[in-house]
């Protein structure tokens, strides 16, 4: 050990005597071997060698620094160096060979040590790099790593990956990889052997003490990255996972970015792919208008957007944050598009119709709401006037204008809605399917809960885990319908293209999820034991249902060209009956108190039932019952 360190600091050494001096040296060795190896290990002829010598070593000294090889930082040796190497001893012959003839005449030196010494040259000067090379990094992980790791995964990934760790000054040093390939075992990456599969992983980290598990296959399925996780879990190490493959190869991640949870992983189910090659008929060389643009669908709708070649996209919203943001983010992908950005609220209908007139788009996108449900129970009248009465004055602008399409952005909270932003959003659903249009086609979409969407379940979540705080959920038998933010921007792009006049598009998002098992997937998935985190379960929020629907029962469910998209339509309502229950519902926005709000709400939507009818729930309090909990939820599954 304290030898490597002593050779490490002589050979990395950036004197420029020093380096000219030893180069100088090994040339000379490879003349004199070369000669040896001419003439049986003898030295005949020794005034000739000792003539040539000087003059071989200037001239190979001098083409060494014109390929600017005169340096010390052997560390870093690669093909380049190695390639610039042998230009310089290539380039050097040939002026030695003209140098011998001119001066001692072409019999007199022999022929053979033309090409032994460039051979012998090249392999001293290249050896010694890599040498320094492999004592600098030895040095380096014997005194600086803390921290053994394994790497599930032996391709392009990995390699990626391990190349990371041995080339920054990182706090680990890779012993093992494992692979389900059994082709690969033996083989090694970066140097780092693969010492078998993944199901032999618990026997290796035990074996070879390993500190930390890296998970490198980011193209894995999410049944694959399940399996992954549970023989993790077996080996009782923490483990964390890389980035997807999009971002692996387009945003080159280093080291440190290695992701704690891919919110695809906690779907429970591979994600909907949605073909949207029909999209680009409806967007390419036209204008698109997009509402709530700086939320978390509306921003991920304008990038999406600006993928099929609009003539103009128009981003509104009323945060001017918000909106200076996204024209940050956009700024860098609009390409040939031309990009308006609009600070204004939908409730303005004066407003409204001023954009429409200025653009005039053929696609509108209105993802501009109130949200958090929450909040908006104690709200009702902003509620009502920005997810009612805003989605009206967009639509009403809309058609004015002729545009050609229109799509509304619902949730599942609408069917049989227990909350006022529930109620809302029905309320929207009826005007797009009611609303006599003249050529403008009127599609809504209902969502689950998005994974990840800013203030989501998720995202409170992973803040608490990063905080090490206890995990805070309503109710342990909780279910919600979960998706990505990816199958939500898709299913709304898709609509545009695939929806009727009337339609509400839901995505068939498989069986809800309870909301406990999404949390001990995200502490699984985050390298942690359920048995580390407390969960506190605090109650069902005021309108919370204990399980969502998709679906009501005097829906009617038709079939669409993709079998993972379902239109519905509910003919109970005509326009006539609606828009005077919306006039009076406008006229008492003013006087009326909520809960005359709430029972007008409910004369348009038989449904809403306010407050919902919970089932008996004891409050939880003691911080240990959570964990104890959690393990009893999954024994029984």
Known sequence: MRMSKILSRILLRRSLWFITLFQAFLIFVSLILAWLLRFDFAIPYHKLLLSAAPILIVIRLAALASFGLMHGWWRYTGISDVLDVMKAVLAGSCVFVGTIYAILGETT?????????????????????????????????????????????????????????????????????????????NLKVQGVPVLGTVDELPSIIKKHLVDEILIAVPSASTSQMRRFVTICEKTKVKFRTMPGLKELIVEQPSFVQLRDVNLDDLLGRDPVQIDLATVRGQIEGRTVLVTGAAGSIGSELSRQILEYGPSKLVCLDQSETGIFYVQIDLAKRRGAARIIYCVADVRDLGRMRRIFDEHRPSLTFHAAAYKHVPVMESNVREAIKNNIFGLLNV?????????????????DKAVEPTTVMGATKRVGELVMASRSS????????????????????????????????????????ATRFFMTLREAVSLILHASSI?????????????????????????????????????????????????????????????TPNPKIHAVRDNTFDWRRLESQLN?????????????????????????????TLPPQRTIRDKEIAPRLVRQSASTR
């Not at 406008?586 to 005359?596: C, K, M, N, T």
């Open 438 to 477: 003249r050529n403008m086609r009127c599609i809504s979409v209902r969502f689950g809960n998005v994974l990840g969407s800013k203030g989501s379940v998720v995202r409170v979540l992973q803040e608490q885990l990063h905080k090490n705080e206890e995990l805070t959920l309503t109710h342990p038998e």
């Open 395 to 411: 639509l009403t602008s809309a058609g004015e204008y002729r545009c050609d399409a229109f799509v509304f952005v619902s949730s």
């Open 499 to 559: 929806g009727s006049h009337g339609d509400i598009l839901v995505l068939d998002m498989s069986r809800p999820i309870r909301i406990l098992d999404l949390a001990r997937n995200l502490i699984r998935f985050s390298g942690r034991s359920p048995d580390e985190v407390k969960i506190r379960f605090t109650g069902l929020r005021p309108g919370e249902k204990m399980n969502e629907q998709l679906f009501s029962a005097s829906e009617i469910m038709s079939e």
């Open 109 to 185: 030196f022999p022929r053979s040590i033309y090409i032994l010494e460039p051979v012998l040259t090249i392999g001293l000067l290249v050896g010694v790099r890599f040498v320094s090379r492999a004592l600098a990094e030895s040095v380096r992980e014997n005194i600086v790593c803390s921290k053994k790791i394994a790497v599930v995964g032996a391709g392009f990934a990995a390699q990626m990956l391990l190349r990371e760790i041995k080339h920054d000054r990182t706090d680990y040093v890779a012993v093992a990889c494992v692979d389900d390939d059994g082709t690969k075992k």
């Open 584 to 612: 009076a519902l406008q006229g008492s926005l003013a006087v009326d108190s909520d809960a005359s709000l709430r029972a007008r709400l409910k004369e348009i939507v038989p449904g809403y039932n306010y407050p919902p």
